[in-house]
């Protein structure tokens, strides 16, 4: 499955890089395929790991700050692993053309 997170640190002021710095981190730290975007990060796993390290993303940011918004968007597709890669691969070749990937590709 591929899961899309969104982290957003309230009451931090406007620069939140360092806190979110501090979950990308983790989320490097584990096993799970992932890329870091300018929206969020896209971690692919089974769902348990998934939503554990999303967890634990979301619990260390509220270690730091009162609140803490969290957005999830899951793409579980049965029987296909992967895909991180493999769908920016597939939308590349029905372009025609390499895309601005963040070098997934």
Known sequence: MLAQVSLTPV??????KEL???AAKFVASTELPYQLTSMGLIIEGD?????????KCHQ???GMVD??????VIDDRKGMAG???H?????EY??????????LT
């Open 94 to 103: 029905a372009a025609g053309d390499a895309l601005a990937t963040g070098e």
């Open 11 to 16: 009451g931090s002021g406007e620069e939140t």
């Open 60 to 62: 260390e940011l509220a």
């Open 83 to 85: 895909r991180l890669r």
């Open 87 to 91: 769908d920016v691969l597939n939308v």
């Open 67 to 72: 609140r803490v918004v969290t957005n999830i």
């Open 47 to 55: 769902w348990d790991e998934v939503m554990t390290c999303i967890k």
């Open 20 to 22: 979110l710095a501090r």
